[in-house]
């Protein structure tokens, strides 16, 4: 890294190491590769290795309790949502992927990306995520092409470092 934290682009701090999946995968897969890797969103990539969605553990949880049977039991937990940071209280049934886990992650990933390119300024990159309200920007080029991702994560590793 070039760059000291102050003239820091995206490139010099995303993660490049990527766990991916694909459209037609299913939510069970993603879930499963979320909790092996230990991250909570998974850029979809098509067939071209392009860039076309994203899904979060809390796009998931929040499909799953919009669907779930709540007169079945009617009980409900807690769950803290990393996304928003706040807990959120869900259908107990929404934890089970019996009815859900086959549905393909194209049903459930946000197609409206919040995206940087790799040139983009540490800062510009911070201004982007609070204005969006979000906890990750993917770095990509206009054809989708994905290079990397940055978390808030990053940005406290970027402090820390000094």
């Given at each position: ?97 019996e ?21 983009t300024?540490?800062?510009?990159v ?37």
């Amino acid at each position: 890294m070039s760059h000291t934290a102050q003239d820091a682009v995206a490139a010099d701090y995303m993660q490049r190491d990527i766990v991916t999946v694909s459209p037609d995968d299913s939510l069970r897969v993603a879930l499963a590769l979320m909790t092996e890797n230990h991250v909570t969103g998974l850029p979809v990539m098509d067939g071209k290795s392009r860039c076309v969605g994203l899904v979060t553990s809390s796009d998931i949880l929040n499909y799953e309790e919009e669907r779930a049977d709540e007169t079945a039991t009617g009980a409900t937990a807690g769950f803290y949502d990393p996304e928003t940071q706040q807990w959120e209280s869900v259908p107990i049934s929404a934890f089970g992927l019996e009815e859900f886990g086959d549905v393909p992650v194209r049903d459930v990933m946000t197609r409206d990306l919040v995206w940087v390119d790799r040139s983009t300024s540490l800062s510009e990159v911070a201004r982007r995520m609070v204005g969006e309200r979000v906890h990750r920007v993917l770095v990509m080029d206009r054809e989708a092409r994905l290079y990397g991702i940055l978390s808030a994560f990053d940005f406290v590793r970027v402090v820390a470092k000094g």
